[in-house]
């Protein structure tokens, strides 16, 4: 199920703003002018091309909790009084030890409320399937009860959803960047393809197809690299949470305000 048959949406948006963290700011998929590009401004552009008017901000944020999502980008989108909004976001919060899915299940009840009541559509995801990643794969349990939620919440809102958790290519390392924690570029390029189909945007390539085969690695030099990364980043990550910090301390959105893309036609 895509999440079109919840929702009794349009087809079409005059405008488009993308709330969240790290995912939804496109972290490790870089833009040909500098910064970052990620699966929003992809999906952004392929509504672009459908509807060449189309205006787009994206206020989401670097590591920001769910609690920041809601109490800050979802008031600014809001003032924007965009027709189309996409809001994914809790990842950051349900690795954290002792989280709560149910009550983060509650406040991103709370964020969707708010938003459709402006009459905006709103695009949600879930939450990736970790499986195939070291350590983070003992929090699969917790990440499907939340995912659980947020089937629950589209349904009661009439949302769209794109399922993150479905999509098997993502299972390939090649999906993700050297830190395993932010998709790569062609993983962002497909979920973007996702999304544009939950959407009914035309595209013309197919987010399903197959990786090219690779080399099958021993097990030993997969344990190497399994302990490489957790010194390298997920250690680092764990610290600065634990401390309280944030790569997102003192940013602001890279793209705070709608406007186009591209010219109109």
């Known amino acids: 199920m895509n999440g079109r048959e919840n929702s009794g949406t349009r087809t079409n ?5 993308a709330l969240g963290d790290s995912f939804t700011e496109g972290i490790a998929d870089p833009a040909p002018g500098g910064g970052f590009r990620g699966w929003a401004d992809r999906l952004a552009e392929h509504l672009t091309r459908r509807d060449p008017g189309l205006t787009y901000a994206n206020l989401a944020v670097r590591g920001k909790l769910l609690h920041q999502i809601a109490g800050d980008q979802v008031p600014q989108a809001i003032a924007l009084r965009p027709e189309l909004v996409s809001l994914v976001g809790g990842g ?31 695009l949600m995801g879930t939450g990736f399937d970790t499986a195939s990643t ?14 659980a939620h947020l089937r ?8 769209l959803v794109v399922d993150l958790w479905s999509m098997r290519v993502l299972q390939d390392a090649r999906a993700w960047s050297g830190d395993r924690l932010h998709l790569s570029a062609e993983g962002h390029r497909r979920v973007a393809l996702r999304a544009a189909e939950v959407l009914g945007a035309p595209v013309d390539e197919d987010w399903r197809v197959p990786w090219p085969e690779l080399p099958v690695r021993t097990w030993r030099v997969q344990r ?30 890279k793209r705070p305000e709608l406007d186009h893309l591209c010219p109109p036609r």
Request: overall charge positive; glycine content about 12%.
């Open 92 to 122: 950051n919060d349900i690795i954290r030890p002792g989280s709560d899915p149910d009550e983060l299940a509650a406040l991103f009840d709370s964020a969707v409320g708010r938003l459709r009541a402006t009459g905006a559509d709103v």
């Open 13 to 17: 948006w005059s405008s488009f703003v």
């Open 152 to 159: 629950a919440i589209a349904d009661a809102h009439g949302c």
């Open 134 to 147: 070291p350590v983070l794969r003992r929090m699969r349990g917790k990440i499907g009860t939340y995912n």
């Open 224 to 253: 190497a690299q399994d302990i490489q990364w957790a010194r390298e980043h997920l250690a680092p990550w764990i610290v600065r949470r634990l401390r309280g910090r944030s790569s997102g301390d003192g940013r602001g959105p």
